[in-house]
């Protein structure tokens, strides 16, 4: 059974900092891409982040130089650092996992976490 758990959201005044973390089983961790993804209430699902198998990042323009995609191969966990947060960062906060870049890039996902709470008061 895969678990995709996710961790470490809250609220934080604008400015502040986050850390995101992400923990799977029941996947090859190494084998597959991983990703950060923010739904705001009203709003589509977006990408925030991604890294590839191989450790490339790629980020959305909202947050690069804010945001830090990582990953743990030893410890099967995929964080996101979240840095200079801003009111629109304001989401639930999924992980993703899949084995095609594609499908992870494209917002279909094999696998989905349960989503982590992120509030960012102005």
């Known amino acids: 059974q895969v678990q995709l758990v996710e961790s470490g959201g809250g609220l934080v005044q604008a400015g502040g900092s986050l850390r995101l973390s992400c923990a799977a089983s029941?996947?090859?961790?190494?084998?597959?891409?991983m990703g950060w993804y923010r739904q705001a209430p009203g709003k589509q699902r977006e990408l925030v982040a991604v890294?590839?198998?191989?450790?490339?990042?790629n980020y959305a323009d909202s947050v690069k130089g804010r945001f830090t995609i990582s990953s743990d191969n030893a410890k099967k966990t995929v964080y996101l650092q979240m840095n200079s947060l801003k009111f629109e960062d304001t989401a639930v906060y999924y992980c993703?996992?899949?084995?095609?870049?594609?499908?992870?890039?494209?917002?279909?996902?094999?696998?989905w976490g349960q989503g982590t709470q992120v509030t960012v008061s102005s």
């Open positions: 993703a996992a899949d084995p095609r870049h594609s499908r992870i890039v494209g917002g279909t996902p094999q696998h």
């Open positions: 890294i590839t198998v191989a450790g490339s990042t």
């Open positions: 029941g996947i090859i961790f190494s084998a597959n891409h």
